[in-house]
């Protein structure tokens, strides 16, 4: 039997950061999709085909990752692709009130998936992509913080 799980998330860009944890969910599942949410309560900076994309570059070359875009409740998505676990990264402990939230009403939703917070790689712990887009809006370096066509991206984002 494999197992399946979902890594969700608004990806808006794809960091760094999100590329070690897909990594290290490889680790204990056997194939991993990547749900790139339409909705998250945000204004997102990049257009959702635009997020899928960027996200499908990055991890161009590992056949156990599916990116794929999704709307609605994230339970029901996790059923519909046969997960069994749902990923979310933890980097500080302001994370942990809203990560905490999330799991209690999702296992309410659906009590058959578990949520498996992940620690990142201790250099990319203070990383996010809010920081990332404020970075790259103003002009700064973002090379060390994302993938070279995500940086590309957002440059051509922010010279309009
Ligand atoms: O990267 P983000 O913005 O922290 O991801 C948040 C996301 C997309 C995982 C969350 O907003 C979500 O699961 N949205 C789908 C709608 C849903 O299921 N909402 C109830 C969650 S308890």
């Not at 085909?49 to 990116?67: C, M, S, Y």
């Not at 339970?75 to 402990?93: E, H, K, L, N, T």
């Amino acid at each position: 039997m494999s197992r399946v799980g979902v890594y969700p998330g608004s990806f808006d860009p794809v960091t760094r950061g999100h590329e070690d944890l897909i990594r290290r969910s490889l680790r204990f599942v056997d194939r991993l999709v990547v749900g790139v949410a339409e909705h998250s309560g945000k204004q997102p900076l990049f257009t959702l085909e635009e997020r899928v994309e960027l996200l499908k570059t990055v991890v161009a070359g590992e056949p156990r990752v599916e990116v794929t875009a999704f709307r609605g409740l994230l339970v029901d998505f996790a059923r519909r692709v046969g997960a069994s676990v749902v990923i979310r990264g933890v980097r500080a402990v302001s994370d942990f009130e809203y990560e905490f939230q999330m799991a209690f009403m999702n296992r309410q939703l659906w009590d058959q998936l578990e949520t498996v917070f992940l620690v990142p790689a201790l250099e990319l712990a203070f990383l996010s992509s809010s920081l990332v887009r404020e970075v790259a809006r103003l002009g700064g370096d973002v090379s060390d913080f994302v993938h070279p066509e995500v940086e590309r991206a957002l440059k051509a984002k922010f010279a309009k």
